[in-house]
Every structure is written in structure tokens, then in C-alpha cells.
């Protein structure tokens, strides 16, 4: 029989919380409890019918075990890989998110966190355990397989991400368990690359990873922007291909992005590193610059999850490089993985402090848990130190003297930035985001002491100073909106020519690289602080200052930002294009029409040209959420915080947002202290991955 709430909490209890938790009797009752959350928006449609497919399997059920998988699909949608049971009774709301901040005009209806304090952990558990619809991880059963959850100790999975984390676990373990035979003049080789080290100067990072990578089936490198990933890996490249090009047996390797704005920029900037290299032609001829993404390498197969290559047909390659790795999810990387030749290495980069993926996990963090003290054994600090030259005595890392964490030997955090030197404001606003120091970045950004650093807090929705920042920009240098669309009106062709002649192409490049030179991100979606509000927004300021001829739809000069991969246009989730007015026909027909201006994503520049009309998947992208920038620079950002403190606002997505910018950044305010306020949070996405791996 399936028994009420009541009975299942621990005693004595308040007359208040009797009062509320005592409607709460059945299965069924639960459901009517979800379906009201689901109202408010608590929890999403989806994870009511998740609940409801398992109440259909086990009708006489324990409703603790309903609502503790409402609650780990409900983590699933917030970028958790599964629902720590007693991490969500120590913090409901934090841990869960819930209710929205500001929404608590109930009535008498049951809150989450409500609930959740009154629940007690052990026999939570022991409700789970009872369970035909949860496995028990580590123990065996005939119909395992076809329960749909999994508790590991205190964790709740779907049985979907338990496995895919348990086979990037597996995987991993794998391919740290492999030596790599690195070539016995391996030192001279780095020395060739970085040059020999000389006294007293700073440890160079960038050969540390080489030498790591050189000797491992699975590396990862770290670092915030500028430190260096791509010189990093072109050099790895070189390292590598160079032994197997004199052997007479050169490497097949692939270059690989999540989003074709990554591949696209990792393209270009690989394509002139591989230039400047040092090395013999027959190796430089041998070091791809051709980055795909990571969906296009696997050959995804539309309308499903499933890819032309996994464990039954392998990859064609030796290396492969995966860019901008914190914005893959568990699941990409554990196809990935199964993917992978066993032979083959695999080399990561990213940036381990930005914002994790959307959709859930955050693979790289996880992975990168140990990378800023190190944790290198004895024996790896002996080795790098031999085979690079490098003196890591004053390193300040710490030591792993029990072999407890193996993955820190092949991962390395590169540490020195040549984007933002010693006195940029934007570097030091970001290192004092990034380590939590709300104070001081307030500090910084009030002091006004650094050119490249702007605060423009507003009174209120009527305030205008954010249209002159969004339209104008600051001073002469850091642009706003009105330069790109000063580019297109002043810089168009004169030439009555058809769309073949290269000045149109010409012209829309520069209008593209215009339109780069500023960005509104912002953190949320909705409201007038959001990306819907905000577009309409600055659409309707550019429009009554006559910079555009419409605020309707389609006019000349709008940004549109790609939401879905189209390949059959070969354009990318995150690819922008601007509308323009382009010359067809010939003679004294020709006319001109709209269409859109996407960059090439293959590197050897170039524009495409689309009809509006063919692009089912766009939005305008005069402001974008900061998840979406991710991969991309803006010579000048705006970041806009909202209003109210939001779950999504930790100082992940402003570290994030700040680090957009390569020259100039400005923090948009509408209320004092939620700037504090996400800074001191935290992004902590529960997951499992790094439990064996140290």
C-alpha cells in the first residue's frame, strides 16, 4: 500500500507543518502537487511526465520515490547530473533553485523547500531502496537493466546518465592507464619549440603541457584567455607529428569545436600559428588547420541521438584535439569517447573557470578539479623537470605523495595571460570575479583608474544611459551599435555590379567585423533586463534615430544569430549574419533584395549570402545570452545583470561574460548588489565523475 507523507516523517512535528504536509496523502496527491509547481513553473512539463510514466510502472508505489525523481529530472534541466539526497535536505532552495526569487505568494499551497525540510535523508533512502524502479549501483539484479533509476550511496541518476558517466569513467581510466612512447630526444625536440630554458625565468606552462601530453594517451590543457591554449597545441601538433613524418608514418589528426563559431575561430588562429612554426615543411604540410565540430566529426544523423561513429565504428584518426571543452556536455563526451580508437590520443583545452554547458554536466570542471595546486607525484615532477628543463622548486603546487590523483598528472593549467597584462582592468576584474572577491571587484570597477573598465548603473527601466552605451558605446574607441551600421551606410559599393563582383562579398565582411566590435551580453532571457526585452529595445532606439529603416522583422542591418545547426546551409548554432541589400539580376532589371551575410566557417574567409526566407532558425542578436557567447570576443562588451538575484547568476557567468571582451568592458546595473551577489555564488553541478578518478 502506498502510505502518506505523514507517516514517513520523522516526529515530533509542528501543528504547522502537520497542518501543510497532511493533504499530501497518496501517489496521487503528489501528482496534483507537481502539476501545480508545474503552474508556477517550478518545475518544467517534463518532469511531471517523467513522474507519471513511473507512477503508470508502479501504481502502489512510495510517493518519496515520485518525488525524488520529479526532483532529479528537475536537476537535469538545471545542468546536474543527478540529485544529491542529502545536499538537497541540507539547502532546498539553494540546491534546487526553487522557488524563483520574489515568487512566494502561495496561499496554502506546499512549497518545495517546504516539503523537502520536513523529509529526513536516511529514510528517503531506505524508500529508494525498496524500490523496483531504482538499482542499486554496484549491485547486480535480473532486471536491472530495466529500472529507470539509479542510487549510488546518495546520488539519484536516470539510468541514462548513470551510464554515460560510468563509460567516460571507464574510458578515462583506460586511457590514463596507457604510456605513450615518447621519442628519447624528446627534450631537444621541446627545446626547439620554446627554446631552452633560461635562469631565473618564469616557468613556461605551455612546454609543460607538450611534455605531458607527449608521453600520455589523454591530456588536458587549462587556462583563462590569452594564456595560450592554441600556440600550446599547435606546438603539441608539431611535437607529435614530427617523429611519425620522419618515420615515414604521419599521424592522422582531427581538430574538433562543440559550436561552429569555435571551429571557425580555432580555424583561423591554428591556420596562422601552423605558418609561423619553425619546422621542416614535411611536418607543417602534416598539422591540419581544418576544425569541424564535434557533431559533424561524429556525423550526426538528424532527429536522433545517435552518431555514424561510436564503439562499433571508430573514428579514422591517431590525435584529436576537442577546443573549448567546457561547453561539452556528459552525454557528447561520452560519445566522444566511445568514438575514440583505443590507440589514439585525445588533448582537451578549455577554459576550466568558464561557464559549464548547457545541457548537462561540466565535464572539463569536474575533470579540472585538482589543476590550479597541481597535485603532481614525485615521480612526474621528477620527469618534467628532466625532460623540459624547468625548475618547478618555487611552483607553489602542491604534491600527490600517496598516488591518489592520477588525472592530475596529465592535466596543466596554464597561468600566464598575454591578453590581459599586469594592468589591464579587465584581467584583474576577472581574476578577482573568478576567485570570489566581490569587495575588491567593486573596488576596481568604482575606482575608474583603469580605461578599459566602465560601470553604468541606471534609476530605473526610463533611465537612458543604457541606449547611449548600447548605441553610442564610450569615447571614440569603445564602439556601440552605430558603428557597424555607419560601416554599411558609408562603405557600401557604388558599383553598379551583380553580386559576383568580390566588392559586395568586401563590403559585407567589414560589415560583419564592424558589427564585432561591441556585444550586449546578458544573463537571462526574459524580462526587460533579458534578451527579448533588450533587442526590442535597442531596436526601437536605432529606429527612431533613423539608423534603421524598420523595426519590423527584416529590415537592412539586423543581426540574426543562428539557433540550430543547419547543414544543409552550412551554418552553425551561434553563427551571426546581417541582413543586406544586394544586387540581383542584370541590366535594367536588376534590383536589390535582402539577404543575409554569414562568415565562412572553413577559415579561408569568404562570405555566404542566404535568404531571409531560408532561415528558419535565427533571432536578432543585438544582445545574446552569455552561455551563447561562449567561443566568441567582442573588442567591447556589455554585460547586463537583471534585477533580482537569479539562479543562473554565479561568478561563473560573470567571469565568463567579463572575459568576452578583449579591449574594453562595461557592467550594466539596474540595482546595486546583485553584482556582490553572483560573484559570491558558486556554479556546483552534482555529478559523480571525479570520485575514481582522484
Not at 105 to 132: F, H, I, V, Y
Not at 353 to 381: F, N
Not at 393 to 410: E, K, V, W
Not at 592 to 606: I, K, T
Request: hydrophobic content about 40%.
Amino acid at each position: 500500500m502506498s502510505r502518506s507523507f505523514a507517516e514517513l516523517l520523522p516526529t515530533p512535528l509542528t501543528a504547522e507543518s502537520l497542518a501543510r504536509l497532511q493533504p499530501l496523502g497518496r501517489a496521487e496527491d503528489l501528482l496534483l502537487l507537481l502539476e501545480r509547481w508545474v503552474e508556477r513553473g517550478w518545475l518544467r512539463a517534463l518532469d511531471k511526465a517523467f513522474v507519471a510514466f513511473l507512477h503508470e510502472r508502479d501504481p502502489q508505489g512510495d510517493p518519496l520515490v515520485l518525488l525524488a525523481a520529479a526532483l532529479t529530472s528537475h536537476q537535469l534541466g538545471h545542468g546536474h547530473v543527478c540529485l544529491d539526497l542529502f545536499e538537497t535536505l541540507k539547502e532546498p532552495d539553494f540546491a534546487l533553485s526553487l522557488p524563483p526569487e520574489g515568487d512566494i505568494q502561495t496561499g496554502a499551497m506546499l512549497l518545495p523547500s517546504q516539503l523537502l525540510e520536513a523529509l529526513e535523508g536516511d529514510a528517503w533512502c531506505k524508500a529508494l531502496q525498496a524500490s523496483p524502479l531504482v538499482e542499486h549501483a554496484g549491485q547486480s539484479s535480473a532486471d536491472a537493466a530495466s529500472r529507470p533509476l539509479v542510487l549510488s550511496e546518495r546520488r539519484l541518476y536516470l539510468r541514462r546518465y548513470w551510464a554515460y558517466e560510468r563509460r567516460i569513467d571507464s574510458a578515462l581510466r583506460q586511457r590514463l592507464a596507457l604510456a605513450e612512447a615518447a621519442p628519447d630526444d624528446l627534450p631537444a625536440r621541446l627545446n626547439g619549440l620554446f627554446g631552452s630554458p633560461a635562469q631565473n625565468a618564469p616557468i613556461d606552462w605551455q612546454k609543460l603541457a607538450c611534455a605531458l601530453a607527449a608521453r600520455g594517451a589523454f591530456s588536458i590543457v587549462t587556462g583563462g584567455p590569452g594564456t595560450g591554449k592554441t600556440t600550446t597545441v599547435v606546438r603539441l601538433l608539431a611535437l607529435l607529428q614530427a617523429p611519425a613524418v620522419e618515420a615515414g608514418a604521419p599521424l592522422r589528426i582531427r581538430l574538433a569545436a562543440p559550436t561552429g563559431k569555435a571551429a571557425a575561430r580555432l580555424t583561423e588562429s591554428i591556420s596562422l600559428q601552423v605558418k609561423s612554426l619553425e619546422v621542416d615543411d614535411k611536418v607543417r604540410q602534416k598539422i591540419p588547420s581544418d576544425v569541424t565540430t564535434v557533431h559533424r566529426l561524429l556525423g550526426s544523423r538528424p532527429g536522433t541521438r545517435h552518431f555514424r561513429h561510436h564503439a562499433g565504428n571508430r573514428l579514422p584518426l591517431d590525435v584529436l584535439v576537442v577546443d573549448e571543452a567546457s561547453m561539452i556536455d556528459l552525454e557528447m563526451m561520452a560519445n566522444l569517447l566511445d568514438a575514440l580508437p583505443a590507440h589514439a590520443r585525445l588533448v582537451l583545452l578549455g577554459d576550466k573557470d568558464q561557464l559549464a554547458s548547457v545541457e548537462a554536466g561540466a565535464v572539463l570542471g569536474d575533470l579540472c578539479r585538482d589543476a590550479e595546486a597541481g597535485w603532481y607525484t614525485p615521480q612526474t615532477r621528477a620527469w618534467l623537470e628532466q625532460i623540459s628543463g624547468e625548475n618547478l622548486g618555487a611552483s607553489g603546487l602542491q604534491q600527490d605523495l600517496d598516488g591518489t590523483h592520477p588525472l592530475a598528472q596529465q592535466v596543466v593549467m596554464l597561468r600566464h595571460s598575454r591578453r590581459f597584462g599586469e594592468g589591464s582592468g579587465i584581467g584583474q576584474l576577472s581574476r578577482l570575479v573568478n576567485r570570489q572577491q566581490p569587495l575588491e571587484a567593486r573596488a576596481l570597477l568604482a575606482a575608474g583608474s583603469h580605461a578599459d573598465l566602465f560601470a553604468l548603473p541606471l534609476k530605473g527601466e526610463q533611465d537612458r544611459g543604457f541606449e547611449r552605451l548600447a548605441l553610442e558605446g564610450r569615447g571614440t574607441e569603445a564602439k556601440g551599435y552605430r558603428h557597424y551600421l555607419e560601416v554599411l551606410r558609408e562603405q557600401r559599393p557604388n558599383a553598379e555590379t551583380g553580386l559576383e563582383d568580390p566588392c559586395w562579398a568586401a563590403w559585407a565582411g567589414n560589415v560583419l567585423q564592424a558589427f564585432e566590435a561591441f556585444q550586449v551580453l546578458c544573463a537571462v532571457r526574459k524580462g526587460p533586463w533579458g534578451v527579448e526585452g533588450l533587442n526590442a529595445r535597442i531596436t526601437h532606439a536605432l529606429f527612431a534615430r533613423k539608423l534603421i529603416d524598420s523595426d519590423q522583422h527584416w529590415y537592412e542591418g539586423r543581426p540574426v544569430l543562428m539557433t540550430r545547426n543547419d547543414y544543409g546551409l552550412g551554418l552553425m548554432n551561434g553563427d551571426i549574419g546581417i541582413a543586406l541589400k544586394l544586387p540581383e539580376g542584370d541590366g535594367p532589371t536588376r534590383r536589390h533584395v535582402l539577404r543575409v551575410a554569414f562568415a565562412r566557417n572553413d577559415g579561408q574567409g569568404g562570405i555566404r549570402f542566404v535568404l531571409p526566407s531560408r532561415l528558419n532558425d535565427v533571432e536578432t542578436v543585438y544582445a545574446m545570452t552569455v552561455h551563447k557567447s561562449q567561443g566568441s570576443e567582442f573588442s567591447h562588451t556589455a554585460l547586463v545583470l537583471p534585477e533580482a538575484l537569479n539562479p543562473v547568476l554565479t561568478k561563473e557567468l560573470i567571469y565568463t561574460g567579463i572575459t568576452r571582451a578583449k579591449h574594453w568592458f562595461s557592467l550594466v546595473e539596474p540595482r546595486a548588489g546583485v553584482f556582490e551577489e553572483a560573484v559570491q555564488r558558486k556554479v556546483k553541478r552534482l555529478s559523480g565523475l571525479m570520485l575514481g578518478l582522484g
